[in-house]
């Protein structure tokens, strides 16, 4: 009787695969690469990967229901870092990093904020640590480069607070482009670059609440 060992090999080398091949086929075509290679693809059913995030300043994060959902750091915490030299990374909104992210990218994302109102310069995504920063409010979308070099402000895509949005973000050289739940913005600026940045942070209103889901990462090519 012949061996069923190769087959079984071949047949769980596959069922491997299958999931990130799956996410490979999301299907979102990039509009500023002709091709893509996925990097990473969570929907948050297991353990959060800390390969690719990182929690910061002591905030709550953990897996509900197939969200990543982050809350600010406890009261304890707060009064001794406001105490403290450094007051200013207290916890007081949720922060995470995303991070492994390749200098030429497409980010896909369910992305909610939540709380009782805007906030000024929150909430807000960083594309790399302070270099490309885009902040939303109830009238705009600001994208301010390498900390205050230049300031792109549009009044669409808008991000509303406390609802579910459709988030993708392509990002090369020079160019930005930003979508919201379909519709887009693209932004061009010789700041625009992610050179030596590694990172997308996300980072909510004070005493809000920042949750992700179906997130893909993959390299523009």
Not at 35 to 48: H, Q, V
Not at 100 to 105: G, T
Not at 126 to 153: C, P, Q, S, W, Y
Not at 214 to 219: A, T
């Amino acid at each position: 009787m012949p061996s069923l060992l190769p087959n079984c090999s071949v047949l769980l080398f596959v069922l491997v695969l299958a999931p990130l091949a799956h996410a490979g086929d999301a299907s979102y075509k990039s509009e500023l690469f002709q091709r893509t290679k996925l990097i990473y693809a969570d929907s948050f059913d297991g353990p959060l990967n800390s390969a690719f995030w990182e929690v910061r300043q002591n905030t709550g994060w953990a897996i509900k229901n197939g969200v990543l959902t982050g809350s600010p750091s406890s009261p304890e915490f707060q009064e001794k870092k406001k105490a403290s030299a450094d007051p200013s990374h207290a916890g007081l909104k949720p922060v995470i990093w995303l991070k492994q992210v390749p200098e030429n990218f497409v980010c896909s994302l369910r992305l909610r904020y939540s709380a009782k109102a805007y906030q000024k310069g929150f909430p807000l995504l960083d594309l790399g640590h302070h270099t490309n920063t885009i902040t939303f409010d109830e009238k705009k979308t600001t994208l301010t480069l390498k900390k205050n070099v230049e300031r792109l402000a549009v009044e669409q895509p808008l991000f509303a607070l406390n609802q579910w949005h459709e988030v993708v973000i392509e990002l090369k050289k020079g160019t930005l482009l930003l979508k919201i739940d379909g519709q887009k913005h693209v932004f061009h600026s010789t700041n625009i670059d992610m050179a030596g940045q590694h990172q997308i942070d996300f980072k909510a209103v004070d005493a809000g609440s920042c949750e992700i889901d179906d997130v893909k990462l993959w390299e523009g090519l």
